[in-house]
C-alpha cells in the first residue's frame, strides 16, 4: 500500500469516491474558515475539531477530537482513521453502505453494550479492516490496550 502511486491514489478518489470525497471537503473548507488547525498525514488531511466524539473520516479527509487526554488515543486514532480513508478508495460509492453506516451504528447504538461486556470497539469488521489498513498504509503500529474499557476512554 505505501507503494501505491500517489497520482493514482488521488485519481481514484476524485472519480470512485466522489461522493464521500465531496463532503469532506466541504467539511474541510468549512473547519479551515473557521480557523481550525489541519495537517497532512499520508495522502490525507487531518483536521482538528473541538468535539467529544473520536473522528470521521470522508474520504481524504479525516476529521479528529482535539486535545484528547489519552495520550494514545490521538497517534491510534490517525492510522484508523487513515485505515477509512483506504476502504474509501476500494469501496467508492459503496463506502457509505459498507463501512459508513454500519461504523455509525456499532460507534454510537453499541457503546453502552460494549462497555457492559466489555468488547473492544475494533472487532467489528469495518473497525478492525481500518485498523489493519491503517498500519499497512502507514507502517506505523497502533498501541491498542488489553483493557477494552480503555481503549476510546478519556484516561
Not at 464521500?20 to 473557521?34: A, D, P, Q, S, T
Amino acid at each position: 500500500m505505501r507503494k501505491f502511486p500517489k497520482g493514482l491514489f488521488y485519481l481514484i478518489q476524485w472519480t470512485w469516491g466522489l461522493p464521500v470525497n465531496l463532503f469532506g471537503l466541504i467539511g474541510y473548507l468549512v473547519c479551515k474558515l473557521r480557523g481550525r488547525r489541519s495537517e497532512r498525514f499520508g495522502n490525507a488531511w487531518i483536521t482538528y475539531v473541538p468535539w467529544k466524539s473520536g473522528g470521521l473520516s470522508l474520504g481524504l479527509f479525516i476529521f479528529l477530537r482535539e486535545n484528547h487526554p489519552n495520550k494514545i488515543w490521538t497517534p491510534n486514532a490517525r492510522i484508523h482513521e487513515y485505515g477509512h480513508t483506504w476502504q474509501c478508495l476500494l469501496l467508492g460509492p459503496f463506502f457509505w453502505l459498507v463501512i459508513g453506516l454500519p461504523s455509525f451504528i456499532w460507534c454510537h447504538c453499541f457503546e453502552s453494550w460494549r462497555r457492559k461486556n466489555k468488547v473492544s470497539y475494533y472487532v467489528f469488521y469495518p473497525e478492525k479492516w481500518a485498523n489493519a489498513w491503517g498500519q499497512k498504509a502507514t507502517g506505523l503500529r497502533m498501541q491498542i490496550p488489553s483493557d477494552p474499557l480503555k481503549e476510546r476512554s478519556d484516561d
